[in-house]
């Protein structure tokens, strides 16, 4: 069995060690233009000249949980797409999305610009149940994430698109749920999958619909995200402040209005890395399984595209 691996931005070395480790009985190499043609492949955002060559591929297996770069590509309709499921993924999401939360409901931020001026001031405990956290997207991150929250008592919202049923969190499906799960949500996290039907989908329409003084925490795709219409409701005061991992453009670029704008807290693409030896085991588990024709957990609907 021969691996191609593909990966922009990762260094390669580590993967093709950990991987030979896994599958001792594949040749696993570093996929190169005019490279043979392999069975499968490991990929993060590979050109369109990889899948042109790679024709034999039966599957090709994300190093991330997000498949919106390899959707981009035209693939051919027989391969399988498999994402990362969680593989250490959804711990990390949800101690960044409750650490935002916690920051905004506990004031945090506040006090860290009150103990910059040197003023030792108390303000009024929030109260909990004023503080509806509204999740978008129930899968594998969100799910966890909605737990996570519920840990610290706060109600929590879903919203997926089909229904769901979670314990603890009140959940809505589909577009004719969309308005009602946002006007009662004062703390807004996006981890939708990022498709034809989610991009955009933080505007001024449906960011105007959150509770007054809300906030918004995005640590889904950047194409989510109507970046002046963000900025135009911090300026107008309905929200309160975003918490952003994701950006349109990755890195950041210099100019762009984000970086110093006193509502906003960013973080570079951060929330949920992915872990190596985690999603090495999780990959070769999956390659194997596949190989013996069982089901592997993962597989992506490339119609409905996640
Ligand atoms: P999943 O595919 O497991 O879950 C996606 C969820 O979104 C599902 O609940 C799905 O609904 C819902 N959904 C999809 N389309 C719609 C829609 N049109 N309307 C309403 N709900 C919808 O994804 P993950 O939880 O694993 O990951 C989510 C995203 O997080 C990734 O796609 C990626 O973009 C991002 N991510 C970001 C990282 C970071 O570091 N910032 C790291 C990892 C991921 P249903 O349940 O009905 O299918
Ligand atoms: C992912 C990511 O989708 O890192 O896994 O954003």
């Given at each position: 069995?021969?691996?191609?691996?593909?990966?922009?931005?990762?260094?390669?070395?580590?993967?093709?060690?950990?991987?030979?480790?896994?599958?001792?009985?594949?040749?696993?190499?570093?996929?190169?233009?005019?490279?043979?043609?392999?069975?499968?492949?490991?990929?993060?955002?590979?050109?369109?000249?990889?899948?042109?060559?790679?024709?034999?591929?039966?599957?090709?297996?994300?190093?991330?949980a997000?498949?919106?770069?390899?959707?981009?590509?035209?693939?051919?309709?027989?391969?399988?797409?498999?994402?990362?499921?969680d593989a250490g993924m959804a711990v990390q999401m949800a101690e960044y999305v409750c650490h935002a939360v916690i920051?905004?409901?506990?004031?945090?931020?506040?006090?860290?610009?009150?103990?910059?001026?040197?003023?030792?001031?108390?303000?009024?405990?929030?109260?909990?149940?004023?503080?509806?956290v509204?999740v978008?997207g129930l899968g594998v991150l969100g799910e966890r994430v909605s737990r996570a929250l519920r840990q610290f008592?706060f109600?929590v919202?879903g919203?997926?698109?089909?229904?769901?049923?979670l314990?603890?969190v009140?959940?809505?499906?589909?577009?004719?749920?969309?308005?009602?799960?946002?006007?009662?949500?004062?703390?807004?996290v996006?981890l939708?999958?990022?498709?034809?039907?989610?991009?955009?989908?933080?505007?001024?329409?449906?960011?105007?619909?959150?509770?007054?003084?809300?906030?918004?925490i995005?640590v889904?795709?950047?194409?989510?995200?109507?970046?002046?219409?963000?900025?135009?409701?911090?300026?107008?005061?309905?929200?309160?402040?975003?918490?952003?991992d994701?950006?349109?453009?990755?890195?950041?670029?210099?100019?762009?209005?984000?970086?110093?704008?006193?509502?906003?807290?960013?973080?570079?693409?951060t929330s949920a890395r992915?872990?190596?030896?985690?999603?090495?085991?999780?990959?070769?588990?999956?390659?194997?399984?596949?190989?013996?024709?069982?089901?592997?957990?993962?597989?992506?609907?490339?119609?409905?595209?996640?």
């Amino acid at each position: 069995m021969n691996i191609t691996f593909c990966c922009t931005d990762m260094k390669a070395e580590p993967w093709l060690v950990g991987l030979r480790a896994a599958l001792p009985q594949a040749k696993v190499s570093e996929w190169h233009p005019g490279a043979p043609q392999a069975d499968h492949a490991v990929v993060w955002a590979p050109p369109q000249r990889f899948v042109d060559e790679q024709r034999g591929l039966k599957a090709m297996f994300n190093t991330g949980a997000g498949v919106d770069a390899l959707l981009k590509l035209r693939l051919p309709p027989s391969i399988q797409i498999v994402r990362l499921d969680d593989a250490g993924m959804a711990v990390q999401m949800a101690e960044y999305v409750c650490h935002a939360v916690i920051r905004y409901f506990r004031e945090f931020d506040v006090y860290d610009a009150d103990v910059a001026q040197g003023q030792w001031a108390l303000r009024k405990p929030r109260v909990r149940k004023e503080f509806p956290v509204g999740v978008m997207g129930l899968g594998v991150l969100g799910e966890r994430v909605s737990r996570a929250l519920r840990q610290f008592e706060f109600p929590v919202r879903g919203w997926s698109r089909s229904p769901r049923s979670l314990e603890g969190v009140a959940c809505y499906a589909g577009p004719s749920a969309f308005r009602t799960f946002l006007s009662s949500s004062r703390v807004l996290v996006n981890l939708l999958p990022l498709t034809l039907d989610t991009s955009n989908i933080l505007n001024h329409d449906t960011l105007s619909l959150l509770r007054p003084g809300a906030y918004v925490i995005n640590v889904a795709r950047g194409a989510h995200l109507v970046d002046d219409d963000l900025l135009a409701l911090l300026d107008s005061g309905h929200l309160a402040g975003a918490t952003l991992d994701v950006f349109r453009t990755e890195p950041l670029p210099a100019a762009h209005p984000f970086w110093a704008h006193p509502k906003i807290t960013i973080t570079p693409h951060t929330s949920a890395r992915t872990l190596r030896e985690e999603s090495i085991a999780q990959i070769a588990g999956k390659i194997l399984a596949f190989e013996r024709g069982e089901p592997v957990g993962g597989l992506v609907d490339v119609a409905r595209g996640y």
